[in-house]
């Protein structure tokens, strides 16, 4: 059964250094997501990517946040500069349509900012 | 502004047990609603969805739920409650937009007794 995969499944990092996080969304699907969830909160909305552009971000996608998808497959959220607050489990979704249309979400990976 | 309220951070019922995890929703115009369970260290799975056809939903795993309009509601059940069942469960709602975006409730924890 098809699967979005996401790597790696944890990551540790220095505050104030870069990070990528990468996903592979299902093959057939069009459009993709980023979530993240702090411990103990909310599963919350960072971006969504459609026909090679973000289609809508939240207040958390500030600057320090930037998404591509480089080739065909792959999905990459970047942040630039990492804070503590960053430290999160970020899970990336795919969808084939828009709408009613199931999200596929990703294993996750944790990020521990330090 | 879309939301979505779960009532009870944990629930916990005897194996055998009727389940029932709440669930409402704000939304200005008819919404997408769905239910994702979490298993530890594991990504969000689907458990089922309403997207204005049925208003009782049959999911996996024999979780149902029923849409009421009247009541912003949007509650899960299940007759009997499996020990495989604990886990934790998000309700989400997407909203007709640019980009069908999710937007989670907290989660509740079911813990099911033995």
């Known amino acids: 059964e098809p699967e979005v995969t996401q790597t790696p499944s944890h990551q540790v990092t220095q505050m104030g250094q870069e990070v990528i996080l990468r996903c592979v969304p299902i093959?057939?699907?069009?459009?993709f997501y980023w979530y993240r969830q702090i411990l103990g909160q909310k599963v919350e909305f960072l971006v969504s990517?459609?026909?090679?552009?973000?289609?809508?971000k939240s207040e958390i996608f500030d600057d320090q946040f930037s998404v591509e998808r480089p080739d065909g497959s792959n999905f990459t959220l970047k942040i630039r500069s990492t804070k503590l607050e960053d430290s999160a489990m970020y899970f990336c979704?795919?969808?084939?349509?828009?709408?009613?249309?199931?999200?596929?979400f990703g294993p996750g990976t944790r990020l521990t900012v330090l | 502004a879309q939301s979505v309220t779960q009532l009870g951070s944990h629930v916990s019922v005897s194996e055998g047990a009727l389940v029932l995890l709440r669930c409402n929703y704000s939304?200005?115009?008819?919404?997408?609603l769905f239910w994702y369970v979490q298993y530890p260290n594991q990504g969000l799975q689907l458990l089922l969805k309403?997207?204005?056809?049925?208003?009782l939903v049959k999911g996996i795993n024999g979780f149902e739920a029923e849409f009421k309009k009247s009541e912003t509601s949007f509650h899960l059940t299940k007759p009997s409650a499996h020990m495989s069942d604990a886990a934790e469960y998000f309700c989400?709602?997407?909203?007709?937009?640019?980009?069908?975006?999710?937007?989670f409730g907290s989660g509740t924890r079911l813990l099911v007794r033995p």
């Open positions: 979704a795919s969808s084939e349509l828009r709408g009613g249309n199931e999200q596929f």
């Open positions: 093959s057939n699907h069009l459009y």
């Open positions: 990517f459609y026909n090679n552009e973000i289609s809508e």
């Open positions: 939304s200005s115009v008819p919404p997408y």
């Open positions: 309403y997207t204005s056809a049925a208003t």
């Open positions: 989400a709602v997407s909203e007709k937009g640019s980009s069908y975006k999710l937007i």
